[in-house]
């Protein structure tokens, strides 16, 4: 693993570490890229806040943070500054009008609720609904056709326990549209390390019949993941399960 692209701070309320300690370890790890795509500020309408991202006004510091010490380490790795967003229809405007100035490298997609989040579905939670499972795949391809996104981190987060047959049918579409797209999934570590239900078993299997480009992401919440080669192992290990070739860098 030469590169990680899913990396967080502390902002976002559940991740602990400073930024310099995340990016020692990754050279430790031997990482030549590491971007910060940490939980994206969202202006939410009528001050709502969801509590595990980081505030508007931390933009800037984000920035100015991460600037420093990319001129700090430029001898010895790359390090790219981006978000981890959902596409909220409602706010996805107002969200990109806020970090466009600042000139993010990148963003990822990692959908954790649907509509705009406000008293909406969140996917970790379990449901057997197949309304709320097309919702999702509509939601993540309408994000995603908007060119924004680099790549879609842990796109089997949808806990469907319903029809089998239904979740290969929607997340087969999805994948079709991915990779007519050229949108890389990803094999999410933080996922693997605490025995979440995803990576899912029964997700892989239609990425190698679809053939969608794959990336591996530590999201990082604490330094050490981005040292872990045992850890950075297990996700090459689960693409091998599956023949899958990992795209070790992307184009940023």
């Known amino acids: 693993m030469i590169a990680n692209y899913h990396t967080h701070t502390r902002r976002c309320n559940h991740a602990v570490g400073e930024e310099r300690e ?3 370890h990754a050279i430790k790890g031997g990482l030549q890229v590491l971007g910060f795509a940490d939980h994206a500020p969202m202006p939410f309408h009528d001050g709502y ?25 430029e001898k010895d790795i790359r390090i790219l500054i981006g978000f981890e967003a959902e596409y909220y ?7 990109l009008a806020l970090v466009e ?11 954790h609720a649907l509509d705009n989040e406000v008293g909406a579905h969140f996917p970790s939670q379990a449901t057997t609904d197949p309304a709320l499972l097309k919702k999702y795949v509509d939601q993540i391809t309408a994000g995603l056709a908007t060119g924004k996104f680099l790549y879609q981190a842990h796109p089997d987060m949808m806990r469907f326990e319903g029809d089998p047959a239904v979740y ?4 087969t579409r999805y994948l079709k549209f991915c990779k007519e797209q050229d949108i890389p999934v990803e094999i999410n570590l933080l996922g693997m390390m605490d025995n979440r239900w995803y990576p899912r078993k029964e997700f892989w299997p239609l990425v190698a019949n679809v053939g969608n480009r794959v990336v591996i ?5 604490r330094p050490d993941v981005l040292s872990n ?12 399960r599956f023949g899958l070739t990992v795209t070790p860098m992307l184009d940023v």
């Not at 806040?49 to 380490?73: H, I, N, P, W």
């Not at 100035?101 to 959908?111: K, T």
């Open 22 to 24: 995340y990016i020692e």
């Open 49 to 73: 806040y969801s509590g595990f991202r980081m505030r508007v006004e931390q933009t800037a510091e984000y920035f100015d943070t991460l600037r420093a010490l990319q001129k700090e380490y």
């Open 89 to 95: 229809p409602n706010v996805f405007d107002d969200f």
């Open 101 to 111: 100035p600042f000139a993010p490298d990148y963003l990822i997609m990692g959908q």
């Open 168 to 171: 290969e049918r929607e997340m």
């Open 217 to 221: 992401g530590c999201d990082a919440h």
């Open 229 to 240: 080669k045992a850890l950075h192992r297990q996700g090459e290990e689960w693409a091998a």
